[in-house]
């Protein structure tokens, strides 16, 4: 089958770094996708990781090791404004079909 | 805002009634997904089409299906609803190609309530 495992909660304080995991077992797998949600609002696409390494945009990154199905989204200068839950997916192609697959989220916390 | 519009906003309906839900893409974008999102299911990967085709397929239940019609605006048609299809529905699209990874621009969501 598959499956996406990510942290239910992370707190941080503002101006720090979090870093967000996500295991995945799947077959077929092509790549893997983070959303950011903030509560009540819809999902904001943040980035795609098809190779082994690090993507950068600002101040969000994100690292993928197709080896290790892991991935994570690094964030850094945290700012009030980055509490929001935070979903990885994967990408795969099964039964014919590009599927999407999300994990339940991350719900991340940012303190003054 | 991201130009994906979504009508309704909210929607009440009871037990085995059917529903249609509606979706308008950000201009020029020629693929529209839509997704689910429960508290008890999170957030899932319906259907996508691609310029009136349909080209990605998650856990959508025989009972919902999808299309896009020439003008590229899709819908979603719920039927024989029950008390779990309450949830947030929330419609995407996507530039040019057809990609399911490519960035995606999401709507407001039309929040489905079954009683």
């Known amino acids: 089958g598959q499956s996406l495992e990510q942290p239910s909660e992370v707190t941080a304080v503002e101006g720090a770094i979090v870093q967000i995991n996500c295991t995945y077992q799947?077959?077929?797998?092509?790549?893997l996708s983070w959303y950011q949600q903030h509560d009540g609002g819809a999902p904001t696409f943040l980035s795609y990781?098809?190779?082994?390494g690090l993507e950068e945009t600002g101040r969000f990154s994100s690292f993928l090791s197709r080896s290790d199905s892991y991935g994570y989204l690094l964030l850094q200068e945290l700012q009030m404004k980055d509490s929001a839950s935070y979903f990885c997916a994967v990408i795969s192609f099964s039964g014919g079909y590009n599927k999407l697959i999300f994990g339940a989220g991350t719900r991340l916390a940012v303190h003054p | 805002d991201s130009g994906v519009t979504q009508t309704p906003k909210h929607l009440i309906t009871a037990t085995g009634q059917r529903v249609t839900l509606r979706c308008s893409p950000r201009?020029?974008?020629?693929?529209v997904y839509w997704y689910q999102q429960s508290l008890d299911q999170g957030l899932q990967f319906l259907i996508q089409?691609?310029?009136?085709?349909?080209?990605a397929k998650g856990n959508i239940l025989e009972r919902f299906s999808a299309q896009q019609f020439p003008d590229l605006h899709s819908e979603l048609n719920l039927s024989s609803l029950e008390l779990g299809d309450s949830a947030l529905y929330f419609c995407a699209s996507s530039p040019q190609t057809s990609g399911i990874h490519n960035e995606q621009f999401f709507g407001p969501g039309t929040r489905l309530t079954v009683l």
């Open positions: 799947t077959s077929g797998f092509y790549g």
């Open positions: 089409y691609y310029n009136g085709e349909e080209r």
């Open positions: 990781n098809a190779l082994d």
């Open positions: 201009s020029g974008d020629l693929s």
